[in-house]
């Protein structure tokens, strides 16, 4: 065997040796860290990631971490969910996005934010997020919502004076959201009473409060101590014979009277895109933020039955879910 022959010959195993290894190498898995206030994962999102070829366990790993309804958790399961180096943050709720925000300024977040993400700090603007942080928002931002929630609630229960609004004051929002709700309340004729929650365990003696002022309507914002408390808020209101209104379907399949609000299964498909795209390449400051577009009415006549409300049948035609 000539010089040249042999030479040749070593660079093709070489080569060869170097291709294997190559193919050898384990392909890395990406970690989708997920942090919620509630103990489940939404399927929805699940079933996004699926569309696009990701399935948890195989080709992806979902790293979960729940508060449990205590918000105050958050900053540390943020940091542990920072410490395991996950490729994507996915949040829901805006303490928890705030808590991902100040845990890290490199990771992606794709945040569901309840209030204004720019009035939060959560993003330079909706057109360019800037940092690190994109994702949705379930606030249509200039109270359209809430107009349109409070006359849905004014039509079923047509003889309604007075409301209460329950929410947190400690929110930064608190002080702009309760301001429009008073506006819209005094159009329609109503007047308004403040019933201020900073925690769940405020919930009885509001409610107790409401019914010593006649109060006939709770109009619940999206604050951390109601969502913990939605079952509890729906219990209280049958108890008092209260209507009470709130944005997602989850109060009225809890046993609340209505709500009316964004599709939130609909936003956890899309999260499960922004996911896909970071994965992709795409950086978050340029990935602007998504307000929603498709919202739902859902009534619940049971409970309706159960505080001797009798909702009018052109209401009850408006409804995307009646629950019987």
């Not at 800037?130 to 359209?144: D, H, I, R």
């Amino acid at each position: 065997m000539n010089a040249r022959l042999l030479f040749w010959l070593l660079v093709t195993v070489c080569l060869s040796t170097a291709s294997i290894a190559e193919a050898q190498q384990p392909t890395k898995v990406p970690r989708i860290g997920y942090l919620a206030p509630r103990s489940a994962v939404p399927e929805e999102f699940v079933q996004g990631l699926r569309d696009f070829g990701y399935i948890d366990g195989q080709n992806i790993v979902i790293e979960p971490r729940f508060a449990h309804g205590k918000f105050d958790r958050f900053p540390h399961l943020a940091a542990e969910l920072v410490r395991l180096n996950v490729d994507v943050l996915v949040t829901l709720s805006t303490p928890a996005a705030q808590a991902g925000k100040k845990a890290t300024s490199t990771i992606p977040i794709v945040m569901l934010a309840g209030g204004h993400p720019v009035d939060e700090g959560l993003v330079a603007s909706l057109a360019r997020p800037g940092g690190n942080v994109t994702g949705l928002t379930a606030s249509t931002g200039e109270g359209e919502l809430e107009g349109k929630r409070l006359e849905l609630f004014k039509d079923t229960i047509p003889k309604l004076l007075r409301l209460a609004t329950l929410g947190d004051p400690q929110r930064n929002d608190f002080p702009s959201v309760q301001k429009r709700t008073k506006h819209t309340a005094g159009l329609l004729g109503l007047t308004v009473q403040s019933l201020e929650v900073r925690s769940s365990d405020d919930l009885p003696n509001a409610f107790q409060l409401a019914a010593e002022k006649g109060v006939q309507g709770i109009y619940a914002f999206r604050h951390a101590p109601v969502l913990t408390g939605l079952k509890q808020i729906a219990t209280l209101a049958i108890k008092h014979r209260i209507a009470a209104m709130f944005s997602d379907r989850q109060f009225v399949e809890l046993g609340g009277l209505v709500s009316y609000g964004t599709s939130f299964g609909y936003l956890y498909r899309r999260q499960a895109t922004y996911v896909d795209r970071i994965l992709k390449g795409a950086k978050p400051a340029d990935l602007p933020v998504e307000q929603p577009t498709k919202f739902e009415f859902v009534i619940n006549l049971k409970t309706a039955k159960q505080i001797g409300l009798i909702i009018p049948p052109n209401v009850l035609a408006r409804a995307d879910r009646v629950i019987k």
